[in-house]
Each structure stands twice: as structure tokens, then as C-alpha cells.
């Protein structure tokens, strides 16, 4: 069980470079989520998924793109990159079940340079 | 919308001292609120969570956190502290289908 996987690790892009960060999961989870860390700012969702088929922006879904065709990808596009998507990249999954907000499992991250 | 309040940014403690992180929240009913942390280069893993119930929950690796209504607040704890510990803290709260993270609380260990 490999839990949420993220690809690239790293990867650094020129701007108006595009490109898809990959993530997936193998619990079965309905619920998966694209968060962006930057320093001292915690946490900010970008895109989330409620399942297959099913989008929703976030707080921060400027120069994103997401799609959910199946329910264990759920990747992240970027169209033309720019130097304030320097970021560290999070995927994350969650069942939810009864109505509970349950935890989330993070993917180890990507972080991307825009230069 | 909910929001989630770290006081500190950074915290040092010395090993084998005790600990406490803050947390507030907003939220009008019972939060779902969780604890997460993050080793350098690491993703998030879950220490705790809060649903219902016992207001003191335990959590892995020896942390424990209290919730309390009056203060609108979920403080993390742990006795004794380990070098392993430093990490950067999170606290979250569930807001529908999502989380509402704080800023993080960078913890160091002085030996």
C-alpha cells in the first residue's frame, strides 16, 4: 500500500513553461486535494475532488487546472508558469464517511522553481 | 468561514522539557480539528484528531491535545520532548469537504 504518491520530487520551469504535477492514491479514498505551502503560510487548497468526474477551486485556483477521471489520479496542470507558482506542491486524500471531515494523507510533495 | 490561529510562528524548548503549541479556531458548532506534523522535506502526518467526546485526546509518538469550547481552543501537548520532535506543527479544522490550516509553528530542540 503506497499511500498518496506524488511525481516529480523537484522540478524547476521557465516561465511560461507548462506542465502536470501527478499524484495518486491507492486507498480508495472519494476525496483528494492540491494544496501549495509557501513559508509561514501554512497550508492553501488549490483544487479539490469529491470524486471521479467532480472539480472544485479552492482557495488559491489562479493559473490551475485540475481534472479527476479516475479515482485514484487526480493531477495538476499548470499553463503558464510564473515566478509566484514557486512553491512546494501537496496532494492529499481522505474518505470521507457519515458526514465526518476525516483525516487527510499527504503525498511527500513536489517542489517546483519558477525562474 | 472557519480560520485557525497559531500564536507562534517558532518555538525552542530544551530536550526532555515539556511542550505545549497553540491552536484557536473559529467555528460557530463542534470542530473536527486535527494536529498534523511536518519533518524537513517531509509531507504531513496526522498526530491527533477531535471529533466528539473525551475533550483530552491521545495521539501517536506521545502527544496529546485538549479541546476546550470556552476558549475555542486546541492546545498540543506533550511531557517530555524528544530531539525527533522538531518539526513544523500544524493545526487544521474541517470545514465541509475540506481542512483550514494554520500557519504552522516551527518547533526546535536544544540539547
Known amino acids: 500500500n503506497a499511500g498518496v504518491t506524488q511525481t516529480p520530487k523537484f522540478r524547476i520551469l521557465k516561465i511560461g513553461q507548462s506542465m502536470t504535477l501527478q499524484c495518486a492514491q491507492d486507498m480508495n479514498h472519494n476525496y483528494m486535494y492540491w494544496y501549495r505551502q509557501d513559508p509561514g503560510m501554512g497550508l492553501k487548497l488549490i483544487y479539490y475532488s469529491v470524486g471521479a468526474g467532480i472539480t472544485d477551486k479552492g482557495e488559491v485556483p489562479n493559473g490551475y487546472n485540475v481534472s479527476r477521471s479516475t479515482t485514484e489520479d487526480f493531477p495538476l496542470r499548470l499553463e503558464l508558469a510564473a515566478p509566484s507558482q514557486t512553491s512546494v506542491y501537496f496532494c492529499a486524500s481522505s474518505k470521507k464517511t457519515s458526514g465526518v471531515v476525516n483525516e487527510q494523507f499527504f503525498g511527500p510533495g513536489t517542489r517546483l522553481t519558477v525562474l | 468561514a472557519q480560520s485557525v490561529t497559531q500564536p507562534d510562528i517558532h518555538i525552542t524548548v530544551s530536550e526532555g522539557a515539556s511542550l505545549e503549541l497553540r491552536c484557536n479556531y473559529s467555528y460557530g458548532a463542534t470542530p473536527y480539528l486535527f494536529w498534523y506534523v511536518q519533518s524537513p522535506g517531509q509531507g504531513l502526518q496526522l498526530l491527533l484528531k477531535y471529533f466528539s467526546g473525551d475533550t483530552l485526546v491521545q495521539g501517536i509518538k506521545g502527544f496529546e491535545a485538549e479541546f476546550k469550547r470556552s476558549q475555542s481552543s486546541f492546545n498540543l501537548r506533550k511531557p517530555s520532548v524528544h530531539w525527533s520532535d522538531a518539526a513544523e506543527y500544524f493545526c487544521?479544522?474541517?470545514?465541509?469537504?475540506?481542512?483550514?490550516f494554520g500557519a504552522g509553528t516551527i518547533l526546535r530542540v536544544k540539547s
Open positions: 487544521a479544522v474541517g470545514e465541509g469537504n475540506k481542512l483550514v
